[in-house]
């Protein structure tokens, strides 16, 4: 099932040579948080010495195609989804202390406390900081989730808890306490997309360390019980580069990223200790100018112990532009399941704008 990550780099290796010069306006899918929780002026965004209000709305438009599980008659489905409506308030409250909340859905908020320039306390129901969170979703996998389900994790990551993020010479650490991802009852094992509960709590720390030029690396665990004595030991190690990175005409133009994370379930109540797994490649670049084209690669392993149809791979091409300020993005998604498999590529077509 699994096809090596290594067979990406051939079929961009031929993309890459057509790299021209230019900026790439589009974007990805998912909203850049840190662009969303400091944005720039701009118009539409309700701005005063004490607050701030911004959000996002969209309208997708998929095409699946027919499988024995969602359409005996062989029929595809072809469907209009809101998939975003996200409204952010900011709020000085003090000179040190800030909120920011995401509040139509209540996904996620956080008080904010900057004693000094170096130091900063959030507490509420936070993005828990494991692996790459400057986009919302993670990509382990290959794909943030099938609908608004994720697959490794949480289409969104929020848990109740506090984090705190120190500034140093050698990167940035966040060292974290939240609601931990639970199995829902004594006999199963847990579901790491399902998210926390309030029964136990977990650890977690992440290391973002630059590694050179417009390159930067980071280093995530977490530690904690999905059940009364059963530990949950997870990892997470991500690249990622942004344009101009890599000096090499051929990739100049071209920014990347990659990531794996494994979790290990221990004292399982289904048999012996297992682990979950998923992984991720993605490449883009302005090759079609002024929008981004972007291809991405992904696996993920339900169970090590058994070989499912929830252990997955898929390849992802996407092109993302913007017209005025609505942006686009056209999506192709293969998926394939390790048996059973089944037809359920989508073609996907999303209109949002962020105001």
């Not at 790299?19 to 662009?35: K, N, P």
């Not at 909340?101 to 004693?115: H, L, M, N, R, T």
Request: include cysteine.
């Amino acid at each position: 099932m699994k096809q090596p990550l290594l067979n990406l780099f051939s079929s961009f290796f031929f993309l890459s040579c057509l790299v021209i010069s230019g900026r790439a306006l589009g974007v990805e899918e998912t909203l850049d948080l840190e662009a969303e929780i400091s944005p720039p002026p701009r118009a539409g965004v309700f701005q005063s010495q004490k607050f701030s209000l911004m959000g996002r709305v969209d309208l997708t438009s998929e095409f699946t195609n027919p499988s024995p599980a969602t359409s005996p008659q062989g029929e595809g489905k072809n469907s209009f989804k809101n998939n975003h409506f996200y409204i952010f308030l900011k709020v000085k409250v003090s000179e040190k202390t800030t909120f920011l909340g995401e509040i139509a859905q209540q996904s996620f908020f956080s008080v904010d406390y900057e004693p000094t320039a170096k130091l900063k306390i959030q507490l509420g129901k936070i993005l828990v900081p494991f692996g790459d969170t400057r986009r919302f979703h993670h990509y382990y996998g290959g794909i943030q989730g099938y609908g608004m389900k994720g697959v490794m994790f949480p289409n969104l990551w929020a848990e109740p808890g506090f984090n705190i993020n120190w500034h140093l010479p050698i990167g940035e650490l966040d060292t974290y306490v939240v609601q931990s991802v639970s199995a829902l009852d004594a006999t199963k094992d847990p579901d790491l997309s399902s998210g926390g509960s309030t029964a136990t709590q977990a650890e977690g720390v992440r290391w973002a360390l630059p590694m050179g030029k417009k390159i930067t690396g980071i280093m995530s665990a977490y530690f904690g019980e999905y059940y009364y004595g059963r530990n949950l030991l997870m990892g997470g190690l991500d690249i990622y580069s942004d344009y101009g990175a890599l000096d090499l005409s051929l990739f100049k133009h071209t920014r990347w990223a990659l990531g794996l994370a494994t979790a290990g379930i221990r004292n399982s109540p289904t048999g012996s200790d297992f682990e979950k797994r998923g992984d991720y490649l993605e490449f883009a670049t302005p090759v079609l100018s002024p929008g981004e084209l972007r291809i991405r690669y992904g696996t993920y392993v339900n169970d090590t112990r058994v070989v499912t149809n929830k252990n997955i791979h898929n390849w992802n091409l996407g092109y993302a532009f913007s017209v005025d300020v609505i942006r686009f993005l056209i999506e192709k998604q293969w998926n394939f399941e390790a048996v059973d498999e089944y037809n359920n590529d989508v073609l996907r077509v999303m209109a949002s704008v962020d105001f």
